[in-house]
Nanobody, 129 residues
Framework: EVQLVESGGGLVQAGGSLRLSCAVS???????IGWFRQVPGKEREGISA????????YYADSVKGRFTISSDNAKRTVYLHMTSLKPEDTAVYYC???????????????????????WGQGTQVTVSA
């Protein structure tokens, strides 16, 4: 079974930066790895994803230009580098792994949680004003 472990969360002031890590227990060259976040009472929101082998990345409008996703295949780790953090970025952040399949002529939303089969336990990010 695929296991994912997030780390790097914490408390940071608005305008600051954090780097989250997602360690994956198996090779993920052909997969998609996504980052999601959730606050109590709200749906889990997809914020970034990477289709590892082609290196294609995806970002939600809410984080575009501030967050950067990257992968280190040798370490089986995906990173989310977050800059210019805002109080509204406060959430539990999860990473997830899915098959990353793209079919000809079919749009695939890699920020949709339905594209992912395995999830980490989450890491808390708190941004103070």
């Amino acid at each position: 079974e695929v296991q994912l472990v997030e780390s790097g969360g914490g408390l940071v002031q608005a305008g600051g930066s954090l780097r989250l890590s997602c360690a994956v227990s198996v090779s993920f060259d052909d997969d998609a790895i996504g980052w999601f976040r959730q606050v109590p009472g709200k749906e889990r929101e997809g914020i970034s994803a990477i289709r590892v082998r082609p290196g294609v990345t995806y970002y939600a409008d809410s984080v575009k230009g501030r967050f950067t996703i990257s992968s280190d295949n040798a370490k089986r780790t995906v990173y989310l580098h977050m800059t210019s953090l805002k109080p509204e970025d406060t959430a539990v952040y999860y990473c997830a792994a899915g098959p990353g399949l793209v079919l000809d002529g079919v749009y695939t939303d890699f920020l949709n949680r339905d594209e992912y089969d395995y999830w980490g336990q989450g890491t808390q990010v708190t941004v103070s004003a």
